[in-house]
Every structure is written in structure tokens, then in C-alpha cells.
């Protein structure tokens, strides 16, 4: 083999095994907060590797000042080359097996009750209720709605809109007990009952139901009394 193709396929090397460290220092990087004593395991590899590939630079550049390889130096070559691959597999292992992803959590049951306002409270047109709840925010297909019921009138149940729940599991909403008390003030003193469900479908503002929509989960009843 002549010394240009040697010294061209060395200099291939050692470009490929420095891309390969690169690789390997991003992807060690996201792990040093968390994992101390694999961090220094990997911190001696790589930066075994970087001393192996000096070495072989700086046999490199011997060689560009000479017309010939030595059999000994070659064999040196070739031993670096072989430490640098074991190395960069045990890593490649050693980083497959840290990012091996958790088991999933179990899933939460559903649960719902609503906490505010009180059973038995005094309520306006237009009053703020809220809650909390389980198992709703880690399942996207589930939809919180709560649910009024005019007694005085023998129903039906109002759906109202659509909650969204925080992360940690409480909501709040906007829900109207009865009717504009500026145009209908005959309402004062009527008693609704109010319910929280949790389903799968798509209800709709304002949508009627005869008796309660059918539901994964549901809170406890409240009745209320509007001022």
C-alpha cells in the first residue's frame, strides 16, 4: 500500500471515530444531571478515545515527514484502532441501556365531585362552580360537562360548557341557573339540581337531555336554590 492511500485512509479514521465522539458527548450531555456515577464511566471513555486518536494524529504526522511505515508502527496503528471501536461500542451500549424508557405509570380511576358551591346554597343567575377530579387529564378522549336541572319545571338537564381541567386536576366554570333574572325575576327561589359528568362525547352548549347523558364517571348530585 503507498503512503498517500495509508495516510488518506488514517486521516478517514480518525474523521469518522471524532464524529462519533461528538455524537457520543451531546448525547452523554442530557445525562449528567441525573446520573452521576454513569456520567463518570463514560467521561473515562471518551476521553480515552480522544487520547487514542492524538496518538494516532500525531503518528500521522510522522508519517507525512517519511517515504515508509515500520510493520511495529502499523501494528500500533491498528491496536489503537481496535481499543477505539471496543470503546465505542461499550458506549453505544452503555447509553442504549440508560435511555431505555420507564414503564408506563397506571392509569388514574376517574373520579369527580364538585366542591364549590356548597349543596343547599343560595346561587345566581350567573355563579361560578368548581371542582376537582382524577383520570381526566392523562385521557385526552375524556370531556368534563356539568349539567343543570330546573326542578320547578320537571327539567330537562342543560348542558353547560365545555370545562377544561388543570393539570393537577381541579376545574372551574361559568354556569346559568335558570333565566335573565332582569326579564324573568319569577325565578328567584326556584331550585336546580347540579351535576358534573365525564364522557366521551361531544355535548354541546345549551343541549338538552331528558335524563342524564350516559357517562364513564359522575359527581354527586347538588341541589341548589337561586337567589
Same mark, same amino acid.
Given at each position: ?42 467521561? &473515562?471513555?471518551?476521553?480515552? /478515545?480522544? *487520547?487514542?486518536?492524538? =496518538?494516532?494524529?500525531? +503518528?500521522?504526522?510522522? %508519517?507525512? #515527514? ?9 501494528? &500500533?496503528?491498528?491496536?489503537? /484502532?481496535? *481499543?477505539?471501536?471496543? =470503546?465505542?461500542?461499550? +458506549?453505544?451500549?452503555? %447509553?442504549? #441501556? ?16 364538585? *366542591? ?112
Amino acid at each position: 500500500m503507498e503512503k498517500r492511500d495509508l495516510i488518506a485512509i488514517l486521516a478517514l479514521i480518525v474523521g469518522i471515530v471524532g464524529v462519533f465522539i461528538f455524537s457520543f458527548n451531546s448525547r452523554f450531555q442530557g445525562l449528567q444531571d441525573s446520573i452521576d456515577s454513569f456520567r463518570m464511566g463514560l467521561t &473515562d471513555q471518551i476521553d480515552a /478515545l480522544k *487520547s487514542d486518536l492524538e =496518538r494516532i494524529e500525531e +503518528i500521522l504526522a510522522v %508519517l507525512e #515527514q517519511r517515504m515508509d511505515i515500520s510493520t511495529k508502527e502499523f501494528s &500500533d496503528i491498528n491496536e489503537i /484502532l481496535d *481499543s477505539a471501536v471496543d =470503546r465505542l461500542t461499550d +458506549i453505544e451500549q452503555a %447509553l442504549n #441501556q440508560s435511555q431505555t424508557p420507564p414503564p408506563p405509570p397506571p392509569p388514574q380511576p376517574v373520579s369527580l365531585v364538585i *366542591s364549590n358551591p356548597p349543596i343547599g346554597d343560595e346561587v345566581d343567575w350567573i355563579t361560578s362552580v368548581a371542582g376537582n377530579s382524577t383520570g381526566i387529564v392523562t385521557n385526552k378522549t375524556l370531556n368534563l360537562f356539568l349539567l343543570v336541572y330546573p326542578v320547578e319545571s320537571g327539567g330537562p338537564w342543560f348542558v353547560q360548557n365545555r370545562l377544561t381541567v388543570n393539570p393537577d386536576g381541579s376545574w372551574s366554570g361559568l354556569v346559568y341557573f335558570g333565566r335573565n333574572p332582569d326579564i324573568h325575576p319569577e325565578d328567584s327561589g326556584d331550585q336546580f339540581l347540579l351535576l358534573a359528568i365525564v364522557t366521551t362525547a361531544d355535548l354541546q352548549p345549551g343541549e338538552t337531555f331528558a335524563a342524564i347523558p350516559e357517562s364513564i364517571c359522575q359527581s354527586s348530585i347538588s341541589g341548589l336554590v337561586r337567589k
